[in-house]
């Protein structure tokens, strides 16, 4: 049985809109195809390695997924990542669901300020 439920997200789950799931396959495509979006990482003396673009890209556009190993955050709490990205936020930490890029990741995990688009 999926750890990962629906109804365990606090405050309802956040739904992907047409055109975002169409960006996102797309996006999949272009990474099996061997192509990746116009970024560069590069290391920055005060917030370490970040990542820049290397062209203009649209407002708003998925440029990436965020890849490592799913676990629950009662088993990450006192992990010293700085990377982790809540995949499920129920009430308790015994159902949450992190992602944890430590040993599997992508350029996403030097993406700053990933979630923080306020409409």
Request: net charge negative.
């Amino acid at each position: 049985r999926s750890a990962n439920r629906p109804a365990l997200e606090k405050g309802g789950m956040q739904v992907m809109s047409r055109e975002d799931a169409e960006t996102l396959n797309l996006c999949k495509k272009m990474m099996e195809r061997g192509e990746w979006p116009p970024l560069l990482v590069v290391f920055d003396p005060k917030e370490g390695f970040t990542v820049q673009a290397d062209k203009s890209i649209k407002d708003l556009t998925i440029i990436t997924e965020y890849v490592g190993d799913v676990d629950y955050l009662q088993n990450r709490e006192n992990d010293d990542g700085d990377s982790m990205m809540t995949l499920l936020l129920a009430d308790s930490p015994s159902q949450s669901l992190v992602v944890c890029p430590d040993k599997r990741s992508n350029i996403a995990r030097f993406i700053n300020g990933i979630n923080n688009y306020t409409p």
